[in-house]
């Protein structure tokens, strides 16, 4: 074994480990979010939007349907529609981002797509930061959108046990809705 490759074990083996309390500290600092949640796009206009938290996903997505391409100074951007609600009952959301990149993904099944990359804001536990999503058909699957892990690296801690630790609750959102669809 080179001197190298000894010196880097030695290394890990001397680092310190987190203590019970630091681990405490930092549980008081980054929101505790449950398996899904009530999530917002505010930079898309898509609020609230039912998303489930997937640490085994390296990228976030969300439904998107007729997806269109068109140019903005020069640079591309794509026009999509998003519903935000799963049985339909909501009117769909036209909503237009930049797009940041194409990328080839392979889903849970193994199926290789590639898909637009848009950037826009996430609403969740009070907080909203920039993530990266990409356009794909989620119409078959359980939930509109996925937010994987490089989206909330960071931000949030999962407990796997739970649901809709943010705060809201289904009331809330449909009672939200309808104001909405109410007002001119």
């Known amino acids: 074994?080179?001197?190298?490759?000894?010196?880097?074990?030695?290394?890990?083996?001397?680092?310190?480990?987190?203590?019970?309390?630091?681990?405490?500290?930092?549980?008081?600092?980054?929101p505790i979010v449950g398996w899904r949640e009530w999530v917002g796009l505010p930079d898309l206009g898509v609020d609230p939007i039912k998303a489930k938290i997937d640490s085994g996903a390296r990228t976030?997505?969300?439904?998107?349907?007729?997806?269109?391409?068109?140019?903005?100074?020069?640079?591309?951007?794509?026009?999509?529609?998003?519903?935000?609600g799963q049985r339909g009952k909501a009117a769909p959301i036209e909503c237009i981002a930049e797009i940041r990149d194409e990328r080839e993904i392979k889903s849970s099944t193994g199926h290789k797509q590639v898909r637009y990359v848009i950037e826009t804001g996430?609403?969740?536990?009070?907080?909203?930061?920039p993530?990266?999503?990409?356009?794909?058909?989620?119409?078959?699957?359980?939930?509109?959108?996925?937010?994987g892990r490089q989206a909330i690296r960071g931000?949030?801690?999962?407990?796997?046990?739970?649901?809709?630790?943010?705060?809201?609750n289904y009331a809330d959102i449909t009672s939200s809705r309808a104001s909405k669809r109410k007002s001119p």
């Open 60 to 84: 976030s997505a969300i439904h998107a349907f007729r997806e269109r391409v068109t140019y903005e100074k020069g640079a591309p951007h794509v026009s999509f529609m998003v519903r935000p």
């Open 1 to 30: 074994m080179s001197d190298a490759r000894k010196l880097r074990r030695d290394e890990r083996v001397e680092r310190p480990r987190k203590s019970p309390v630091l681990r405490l500290r930092l549980a008081d600092e980054i």
């Open 155 to 168: 931000r949030c801690l999962i407990d796997t046990s739970h649901s809709y630790l943010d705060g809201l």
């Open 131 to 147: 993530i990266e999503l990409t356009l794909a058909d989620r119409d078959p699957m359980g939930f509109r959108m996925l937010l």
């Open 122 to 129: 996430l609403s969740l536990g009070g907080r909203v930061w």
